[in-house]
């Protein structure tokens, strides 16, 4: 469906996407994932053909995204994270507004709003069981983990890392986290205290401490045997974010 190969995209001296090669097949559930300024927005918009490549290969449904603009353009549909409607109109009018911009009639879009506003999110899962071929940026890992079949870590224009959102976990996190929040005038000296609770590795964040170890329970309790007892603990699996965190130094809010 999509294939790129040394994809760049610029703004003067600014690289936004850096040569990234990938492939999206029929009825695959893709996702971008990353921060803000990671490339994610440059590459769904040259996807989306509203801005082209600067360098490299894409190929969409066959077509050339520069060439063939709006014929692809009139095979996709996007859906953006906030909604960007029109506040002088009502969810309905503007449904009706975005319509007749792809030729539907009145009475069309009317049968569509009704079923479209009973549905909300499920309707991405619905089309994935379809066989819809869906594409997401996002920054909520629940959403990446249930709907994609495969997705990027995308960094600075990059891709670090690339597969299942379990494979990611697996290969990148541990079993479990041990998240720890102390007083915060305690917070650098538990820190450094937890340097001798064996953990895979240990993340001091403003707020918080995680351990990543493969049995929280079993570390929360070594972590009580130092003397130190935190303000509140709890003891999860590892996610999306975890990945992100160890594969870039950053949380995805950052």
């Known amino acids: 469906m999509i294939r790129a190969r ?3 995209k610029r703004f003067g001296d600014f690289i936004a996407v850096d040569a990234i090669d990938f492939e999206l097949h029929r009825g695959e559930a893709f996702g971008f994932l990353g921060p803000n300024g990671a490339g994610k927005s440059s590459t769904m918009r040259m996807i989306g ?5 600067t360098e490299g290969e894409l190929s969409i449904l066959g077509l ?13 549909g996007v859906v953006p994270q906030e909604d960007t409607l029109d506040l002088e109109l009502t969810v309905r009018e503007n449904l009706l507004v975005y319509g007749r911009y792809f030729g539907l009639s009145r009475d069309e879009i009317r049968e569509r709003t ?3 506003l009973d549905a909300v999110w499920d309707r ?3 089309l994935k069981q379809q066989g819809v071929t869906l594409i997401l940026t996002t920054h909520y890992m629940d959403e990446a983990e249930q709907l994609c079949d495969r997705l990027v870590v995308m960094d ?15 290969r990148y996190s541990t079993p479990e986290v041990l998240e720890l929040r102390f007083d915060p005038d305690r917070h650098q000296i538990a820190a450094e205290k937890l340097g001798g609770v064996p953990a895979e590795r240990q993340e001091v964040l403003a707020d918080r401490i995680l351990l990543y170890v493969t049995d929280g329970d079993i570390t929360l309790g070594r972590v009580r045997a130092l003397g130190l007892e935190p303000l509140t603990s709890l003891v999860r699996r590892s996610t999306l974010e975890d990945v992100f965190l160890r594969l870039t130094g ?3 809010e950052d």
């Open 156 to 170: 600075r224009g990059k891709f670090a890392a690339e597969g299942s959102p379990r494979e990611l976990i697996e």
């Open 124 to 126: 991405l899962f619905r």
């Open 250 to 252: 950053r949380r995805l």
């Open 6 to 8: 040394g994809l760049v």
């Open 64 to 76: 050339d995204p520069v060439a063939d603009g709006p014929a692809i353009r009139a095979r996709l």
């Open 49 to 53: 053909c509203v801005s082209p490549p």
């Open 114 to 116: 009704a079923r479209l």
